[in-house]
């Protein structure tokens, strides 16, 4: 409004020279071309810029003067106009010149277009200048009371189908405001005194503007303003921190005081496919906001309330609220030391949390939150990292406070069975309380049920200021149910059955990118005892393997198949093994699985998301020789473990073969089978084998 006050100041001063001119000249030399010289000299000597015009009209009754096609030149021959217009037309008070004093009635300027530049340095304008001073040594001309020219005031000034370009280059990137059809009514005993204004006008980049109110041309302003659908994206070069804005906003506006910073304004705001982004936060979609603000020694204060039920809100990818679910924030804005901003009285709604908070700014920033207890039913459609569980039970904030730089959490936030569901129907149920120490985080009395099986867990977030802060887990079962964990959180249930020791130590950021086993990193050590895999077991199909090499030894692995439990699975006495866990994926180097006649170590990869295995190993068998209990043959190398560990695919070499079968001895080997295999099997093999197994393996 300051800019549209001052292109109007340029229009009066024109139009007063025109007019000036006129009145002294009037009516014989007013066409004349001495008049056209004396008029656009004066104008270049007040503003600096040179004037053009096509022609004056001057009227008698009432007084009045049109200035048709004038144009004030720009700073350069190259540049256009500062300011061209269809006409300017004023009419003149008759009575007040009898006094001396110009009064104009009305002043309109139609089809008008104002260019205007704005740099670090401020706006430029040109300037008006005063005559030039007389010599030292010059004496003043005398001058009679008759020929002062006359006191100027003007009671009404009117745009008409105007158009305003301001390219603003103090900000980067610049921005170019084009105000166009800009329609104004402007009214007042004099420019220097406050004048009514009812203006419009429609912007280029998009939306329309009314203003009704006052304004004074030193900048105090007391209007109101209503926005329908005003584009906010050239808003973006004014924000700092790389802040984006774009999308639509539409309401109204009150302004007192000083334009460039008013004393008082009263917001009520509705934006539509709002586009936020400032750091980590982004919102997009409808927002409202209504705020009251007065500002006291240059800080402001008041109250303000924001609903942003509608939009999506996401703080980095810790939190994304989708659009509906209940998000509203009001409270009051204050000051504090050394000007500082801070939030009082602050009443945040997200869901089901119904909380009271106080911020407080300056470097050291500072949230204190506090509510009462709260359902987390639902709450995984805003946590990106739980968005494939289901959660419930319920959790109570305690003197919960946020510090930053450094960051620091302070408080307590007791766990009342909180719960999360797996797709596969898995239920983790943790109980205790997360207690914030500054900058770590400490798990208290927690308890953990995994598909009704106890853990022992101890968490802690040993270093919340650094740059990706993440949890140290470490947890310890006995006793567990095999088969309710995989089936429950898995999805492989029945594939393997056994009960489980388990311990471990594992570290899992704070923002897991939306998948927790894929961000998981530690060692696990466990322990499955007297147990059974679904179908073919990794060890199975390693004796399939080594049979289909050596045909012979077919009769050896119905043998330990007979053993082993037929058709209800693989039994097996344990499997043990340490896990280093990266990535998604398990590494181990002493994965051990024994059965009773037979056992294999495994060293290599296991990956969570499919169960698929990258393994090689080695098979053994007992000795039943006076070894010892326990002591085994020489192992078979496995050269390839693949497939999944429900379904393995095995690979065994012929020369791997042939060192088993050299292995063996002919006159135990009926011994041994007698005790695994029924008598008829046994005298087979006993009669038939011998040694031919050594022959029977092919040399490849």
Not at 175 to 196: F, M, N, Y
Not at 561 to 582: C, L, N, V, W, Y
Request: hydrophobic share 45%; aromatic share 4%; charged share 25%.
């Amino acid at each position: 409004m300051r800019r549209l006050l001052g292109a109007a100041l340029v229009l009066a001063v024109l139009a007063a020279l025109g007019l000036g001119a006129a009145l002294l000249l009037l009516p014989r030399l007013v066409a004349g071309d001495a008049a056209r010289a004396r008029i656009e000299s004066a104008a270049e000597a007040a503003l600096g810029r040179a004037l053009r015009y096509q022609r004056l009209d001057v009227g008698l009754l009432p007084p009045s003067v049109v200035v048709v096609e004038p144009a004030i030149a720009g700073d350069t021959p190259e540049a256009p106009p500062l300011v061209d217009a269809r006409r300017i037309s004023l009419r003149i008070a008759l009575l007040p010149l009898l006094a001396r004093k110009l009064l104009v009635d009305g002043l309109v300027v139609d089809g008008a277009t104002l260019r205007l530049r704005r740099t670090a340095a401020g706006l430029e304008l040109p300037g008006l200048r005063a005559p030039e001073a007389a010599g030292a040594g010059d004496a003043a001309p005398a001058t009679d009371a008759a020929d002062e020219p006359p006191r100027l005031a003007v009671r009404r000034l009117a745009l008409r189908r105007s158009t305003l370009i301001l390219e603003d280059a103090a900000v980067e990137p610049p921005v170019t405001w084009e105000l166009r059809e800009l329609r104004a009514k402007l009214r007042g005993d004099s420019l220097g005194e406050p004048l009514d204004v009812d203006a419009s006008f429609e912007l280029a980049s998009g939306g329309r503007v009314k203003a009704e109110g006052t304004v004074t041309l030193a900048g105090e302003v007391d209007l109101d303003l209503a926005l329908e659908e005003v584009a906010l994206a050239p808003v973006a070069s004014y924000l700092e921190g790389g802040a984006s804005v774009a999308g639509l906003v539409s309401g109204s506006l009150e302004l007192e005081g000083p334009l460039r910073s008013p004393s008082r304004v009263v917001a009520k705001l509705a934006f539509r496919d709002a586009d936020l982004r400032l750091d980590e936060i982004a919102l997009r979609g409808p927002l409202r906001l209504e705020a009251d603000l007065t500002r006291a020694s240059g800080a402001p204060s008041g109250r303000f309330e924001i609903d942003a039920t509608g939009a999506e809100l996401v703080y980095g990818g810790a939190f994304r609220k989708p659009p509906g679910t209940s998000a509203t924030v009001s409270g009051r804005i204050v000051s504090g030391p050394g000007g500082t901003l801070g939030f009082d009285d602050l009443k945040l709604r997200v869901r089901d949390l119904d909380a009271t908070a106080a911020l407080h700014g300056g470097p050291r920033m500072r949230i204190d939150v506090h509510a009462p207890p709260f359902d987390l039913a639902g709450w995984e459609a805003l946590l990106p990292a739980l968005a494939r569980w289901q959660l419930g039970g319920r959790v109570a904030p305690d003197g919960i406070a946020i510090e930053q730089a450094p960051r620091e959490l302070h408080g307590r936030l007791a766990l009342d069975g909180v719960r999360a569901t797996s797709s596969h129907g898995g239920v983790l149920v943790l109980r205790g309380a997360l207690v914030g120490e500054g900058a770590r985080v400490r798990g208290e009395a927690l308890e953990l049920l995994a598909a009704d099986q106890p853990f022992r867990v101890d968490a802690e977030l040993a270093d919340l200021d650094s740059p990706a802060p993440r949890w140290q887990l470490r947890f310890e079962g006995h006793d567990a149910d095999v088969n309710r964990l995989l089936g429950g959180f898995g999805g492989r249930r029945d594939a393997l059955h056994g009960r489980l020791a388990i311990s471990g130590d594992l570290g899992l950021p704070i923002d897991t990118g939306g998948d927790p086993l894929t961000a998981l990193s530690g060692r696990v050590r466990l322990e499955i005892r007297d147990g059974r895999t679904k179908g073919r077991s990794v060890l199975k199909t390693s004796l399939d393997a080594l049979t289909a090499v050596a045909r012979p030894l077919h009769l050896l692995s119905r043998g330990f198949e007979t053993r082993s439990g037929g058709g209800d699975g693989d039994h097996f006495e344990s499997i043990t093994g340490s896990f280093e866990i990266a990535d998604g994926i398990a590494r181990t180097d002493d994965l051990r699985i024994v059965e009773r006649e037979h056992s294999i170590d495994l060293s290599g990869t296991l990956r969570f998301s499919d169960l698929a295995l990258d393994m090689r190993g080695n098979l053994s068998f007992v000795r039943d020789d006076g070894g010892g209990p326990g002591s085994e043959r020489p192992g078979i190398p496995v050269a390839r473990v693949r497939g999944t560990l429900g379904n393995p695919d095995v690979e065994v070499t012929a020369e791997a073969a042939r060192s088993f079968a050299a292995a063996l001895e002919p006159s135990r080997l009926g011994k041994k089978l007698g005790r695994a295999l029924d008598p008829e099997t046994a005298r087979e093999l006993a009669d038939g084998l011998g040694g031919l197994l050594q022959k029977a393996v092919p040399k490849r």
